[in-house]
């Protein structure tokens, strides 16, 4: 059983920072692919940020602002928001690409989400 685990979301003035991160934990054979996505109410997920070995990769509204990490040792994944904006507001899931047996291809998962809330 493979549990994504999201932490540091919260309330939080325009201008502000918050870092975000995601523990994956269970039987894990490998982690491909992590990254971010959110949701404001009323639209679609998006996409934040992700990480593979090839490099990140963000979003157009949070590039400049936003930091994807990486710790492969802990399984953890991280967010760094800066100069956050009232419409950062939004639902941030945490996602990973796992490989949990030898045997079987990765799949994708996704953590319950951690609510963000930037106020003007």
């Known amino acids: 059983q493979v549990q994504l685990v999201e932490s540091g979301g919260g309330l939080v003035q325009a201008g502000g920072s918050l870092r975000l991160s995601c523990a994956a934990s269970?039987?894990?054979?490998?982690?491909?692919?992590m990254g971010w996505y959110r949701q404001a109410p009323g639209k679609q997920r998006e996409l934040v940020a992700g990480?593979?070995?090839?490099?990140?990769n963000y979003g157009d509204s949070v590039k400049g602002r936003f930091t994807i990490s990486r710790d492969n040792a802990k399984n953890t994944v991280y967010l760094q928001m800066n100069s956050l904006k009232p419409e950062d507001t939004a639902v941030y899931y945490c996602?990973?690409?796992?490989?949990?047996?030898?045997?079987?291809?990765?799949?994708?998962?996704w953590g319950q989400g951690t609510q963000v809330t930037v106020s003007s």
């Open positions: 996602n990973a690409d796992i490989q949990y047996s030898w045997y079987r291809p990765a799949l994708e998962y």
């Open positions: 990480i593979t070995s090839g490099g990140r």
């Open positions: 269970g039987s894990i054979v490998s982690i491909n692919g």
